[in-house]
């Protein structure tokens, strides 16, 4: 008998595992290779990130990248997961969002856009949840708009 009461011989385990189990005796048989031939499935997917952040076109500075990155990172979600749109100065939000229908969520700082909807407010549109806002130069030099953009944040986001 062996001194630890988990420690048996294969030939008991065997038998223990065939009688609870009630194996055949070729259910321990390895397979042949033919039957361990696994067919890969590929599925294409052509999805878009859920999250679009909109921003004017050209007008964005390192310094605006590097502080969306830390607001994204705030709310816990990585900026290189959303899609970074440039938005031209005469595009309307209704475009935009017929333009990404896969997007959920939309995020406009100083776009034409966002300066027609109210700011740091979410608004709910069909399938789609939007946040306008101020662009990140003024946000990041106005301690308000910052509270205030974390808040709409927080409500988008929870």
Request: with cysteine.
């Amino acid at each position: 008998m062996a001194d630890n009461i988990w420690d048996i011989d294969q030939a008991s385990a065997h038998q223990l595992f065939d009688e609870v189990y009630q194996l055949s005796p070729n259910a321990m048989k390895q397979p042949d290779k033919e039957e361990t031939t696994v067919q890969p499935s590929v599925q294409k997917t052509t999805s878009q990130p859920e999250i679009v952040i909109g921003l004017p076109t050209n007008t964005t500075s390192s310094t605006d990248k590097a502080f969306l990155g830390k607001v994204m990172a705030a709310v816990g979600i990585e900026l290189s997961k959303c899609a970074v749109k440039p938005v031209e100065q005469n595009e309307e939000t209704s475009d935009l969002l017929d333009a990404l229908p896969e997007a959920s969520t939309l995020l406009l700082f100083g776009t034409h856009s966002a300066m027609t909807l109210a700011h740091y407010q979410v608004i709910r549109k069909e399938s789609h949840r939007l946040l306008a806002a101020d662009n990140l130069s003024k946000i990041q030099a106005d301690q308000s708009k910052k509270r205030q953009l974390w808040e709409g944040l927080k409500q988008l986001f929870k």
